[in-house]
């Protein structure tokens, strides 16, 4: 692949700065549970699969970092460490399920000695990283045969390698069905306020030859009614119990567009963003982020000084606007109740 979003290189933990790209391409380097948290927090990283990974990374780090310790002080820095990844983001709940992979794999070891169970942490990270690779491509095929050849494909946000540890979700998809032989196009929202459509997802698909056309976000409705989208296929942060999904501001308003036009809107999501503890979209926790983000770019502001701003970074589009779930088990129609539960049988 050509994006390696995480990278184990030299005894530590290597991540994309994405908030610089496409400007500039550069590798941070972590070595804690701490520093992975801020990476998480000020969005070196982001995108719910990658999110996970790197949290998992984390885990690993500190257990490396704490290996030298004794038995009471490995584990008292443990638990700091569990709390740290868990505090950096709230929305994105592949970031507790893979705390809780992680926390698993430390009980399951409580008997051995702490440089053992670093190494043992280390592992299990790696295949976190490497089995969220193969998700994808599994639920890169389920999803490239929804799409006919030439399709063009609206997407929002960024769902590619850069918001997993490598293929992508949505972008996955794409990547697949060009693979598969279908000429597709893409059609990427610039995702206001911090452009991960213009910046991420417009740069991953070149970087791939996949022809993709960048427009704001509000010519998504223009160009639906104009007949130039097939479809739209999104990622998502979380998906609640009832298939409520809840996915980068703005994505709800794509949603609605597509049910005015009669154009299907897919969501692609491994099983780890499912969670079936929170009922409905409701209960989802909606993190705000910094108002310097909607005040405008970097180091130029164009919004007046003194005005209100709100800046939610996701909304809940309701199951009854979403065609299908993309998994890695296949692709579920008009998702409920049942027939997520059914997923996890």
């Known amino acids: 692949m050509k994006v390696e979003t995480l990278r184990w290189f030299n005894n530590r933990l290597e991540m994309i700065d994405q908030r610089i790209l496409p400007a500039a391409f550069e590798y941070l380097s972590y070595y804690s549970a701490a520093s ?12 719910a699969p990658a999110i996970g990974v790197a949290a998992a990374y984390g885990v690993a780090l500190e257990a490396l970092r704490l290996q030298d310790k004794s038995a009471d002080e490995f584990n008292a820095g443990m638990e700091t460490g569990f709390t740290v990844l868990a505090a ?11 705390l809780q992979r992680m926390r698993k794999a430390w009980e399951g070891m409580a008997t051995q000695a702490p440089q ?38 609206l997407t929002h946000c960024n769902a590619g390698a850069l918001a997993t540890a490598g293929w992508g979700t949505a972008l996955g998809v794409f990547r697949s069905a060009v693979e598969a032989g279908k000429k597709i196009s893409v059609i990427a929202d610039e995702t206001r306020p911090f452009l991960q459509g213009a910046r991420l997802t417009a740069w991953e698909m070149v970087q791939e030859n996949i022809p993709v056309t960048l427009i704001t976000d ?3 409705g223009y160009m639906m009614s104009q007949g130039e989208v097939d ?115």
């Open 36 to 47: 992975v948290a801020e990476g998480i927090r000020s969005m070196v990283v982001r995108g």
């Open 88 to 98: 950096s983001r709230p929305t994105a709940v592949n970031l507790f399920w893979a």
């Open 218 to 220: 509000n010519m998504a």
């Open 116 to 153: 053992q169970i670093a190494q043992s942490l280390l592992a299990e990270a790696h295949e976190v990283l490497a089995e969220d690779i193969r998700i994808n491509k599994v639920m890169g095929g389920y999803g490239a045969a929804l799409l006919k050849d030439g399709a063009r494909v």
């Open 231 to 345: 479809a739209v296929v999104v990622g998502t942060d979380r998906v609640a119990a009832n298939g409520d999904v809840a996915n980068k501001i703005g994505t709800y308003m794509v949603a609605v567009l597509a049910k005015r036009h009669n154009i299907p809107f897919y969501v692609a999501c491994p099983l780890s963003t499912i969670d079936l503890t929170i009922s409905s979209g409701k209960d989802i926790p909606i993190e705000e982020r910094s108002v310097d983000e909607v005040k405008g770019f970097r180091d130029t502001h164009w919004a007046a000084e003194g005005v209100k701003i709100r800046n939610p970074s996701f909304d809940v589009t309701p199951a009854e606007l979403v065609t299908g779930l993309i998994t890695e088990k296949g692709v579920v129609l008009q998702p409920d109740v049942e027939k997520l539960r059914k997923l996890f049988a």
